[in-house]
């Protein structure tokens, strides 16, 4: 069946670092990709999305791009805050969402 | 425009009681969706509702039930709470099939001792 497998965390870098989160999947056809946040004590919001293959979804200095070749979707962002701390998770498909386990992430000052 | 709300936020149960976990939402989304989060297994699917009327099971149903009230509102139940199912639960909404975005409520701290 379909899955996504992120890598594991907690993730922790320094402020200004380069973050990328590793995130690939197994599905039939080609779904659509997203990333979610989740910030303390809060639900999850979608961060950015991709619907095709090469696509790249971008939002608040993060970005992503499907890539059907080796079915991966990585999130990369350029100079992460301190605000950025939060679990991400990966996810694909559309009316039944599968997401990975999530990766926490904390950033240092 | 509240989004999707969920009450209550916080809850503590003894193994056996019941209690219901109310979800609704404002935008006239079609589909709603009940999730649970446990540390180290990201969400799990417990039920969703494609469309007012109807519900499926979703990865992980069992102890759990659920109702479309009606387009706004989608209820979680525990018939007989057991220790496990001691999670943060997560209600979802989506306006249709396709590849839309879902929006999250806030969540509902349950914990059964």
């Known amino acids: 069946g379909d899955s996504v497998t992120q890598m594991e965390g907690p993730v922790t870098l320094s402020e200004e670092a380069f973050l990328t989160i590793n995130c690939t999947y197994t599905?039939?056809?080609?779904?659509?990709l997203f990333w979610y946040v989740q910030y303390p004590g809060e639900g999850l919001q979608l961060l950015l999305k991709?619907?095709?293959?090469?696509d790249k979804g971008s939002n608040k200095g993060f970005e992503a791009t499907y890539r059907k070749e080796t079915t991966s979707f990585h999130l990369e962002k350029g100079s992460v805050q301190v605000s950025d701390s939060a679990v991400y998770f990966c996810a694909l498909r559309d009316d039944k969402i599968i997401f990975g386990k999530g990766t926490r992430l904390h950033i240092l000052p | 425009n509240a989004g999707v709300t969920q009450t209550p936020k916080f809850q503590v149960l003894k193994t056996g009681q019941s209690m219901t976990l109310q979800c609704a939402q404002d935008?006239?989304?079609?589909?709603m969706y009940w999730y649970r989060q446990d540390p180290g297994m990201g969400l799990r699917l417990i039920y969703y509702s494609a469309s007012e009327g109807t519900t499926d099971k979703g990865e992980v149903p069992n102890g759990y039930n659920v109702s479309r009230l009606n387009k706004r509102e989608f209820s979680l139940r525990l018939e007989s709470a057991a220790p496990s199912q001691t999670s943060v639960y997560f209600c979802?909404?989506?306006?249709?099939?396709?590849?839309?975005?879902?929006?999250f409520g806030p969540g509902t701290r349950l914990t059964v001792l």
């Open positions: 935008m006239n989304h079609n589909s």
């Open positions: 991709a619907t095709k293959a090469d």
């Open positions: 979802a909404s989506k306006p249709g099939t396709g590849n839309n975005e879902q929006f």
């Open positions: 599905a039939t056809g080609y779904p659509s």
